[in-house]
């Protein structure tokens, strides 16, 4: 059973940065992706980024590439959400998600419904941007 784990959030005024972590165990596939997404009550989840363990490709929504980086230390299982420049309305849950992608990452991993291509969750991290 894979299991991750969420942590760094917190609360940080407008135009300052986090970093938010997630730990990967469990059963290990040689090839998986592995994504964030937020979510603010009342809302659908939003996909943010996700990458391919397999040959660390990367893919970002729009709203966040600019200002958002994300990357996977393979050593550590860990994959990590350098957020910049953060702005009130990045205030939300913020929850990773991995799952087998023998294809890589593509657009559809920050697309409408790219939640439903991930079997394995977080428990989430509150993010606050104070302005």
């Known amino acids: 059973q894979v299991q991750l784990v969420e942590s760094g959030g917190g609360s940080v005024q407008a135009g300052g940065s986090l970093r938010l972590s997630c730990v990967r165990s469990g059963h290990t596939r040689l090839k998986y992706c592995m994504a964030w997404f937020r979510q603010t009550p009342g809302k659908e989840r939003e996909a943010l980024a996700a990458?391919?363990?397999?040959?660390?490709?990367?893919i970002y929504a729009d709203s966040v590439k600019d200002r958002f980086i994300i990357s996977y230390d393979n050593s550590k299982t860990t994959m990590y959400l350098q957020m910049n420049n953060l702005k009130p309305e990045d205030t939300a849950k913020y929850y990773c998600a991995t799952d087998s992608c023998p294809g890589g990452v593509g657009t559809w991993y920050v697309g409408p419904g790219a939640d439903a291509l991930f079997g394995f969750w977080g428990q989430g991290t509150q993010v606050t941007v104070s302005s």
């Open positions: 990458i391919s363990t397999g040959d660390s490709s990367t």
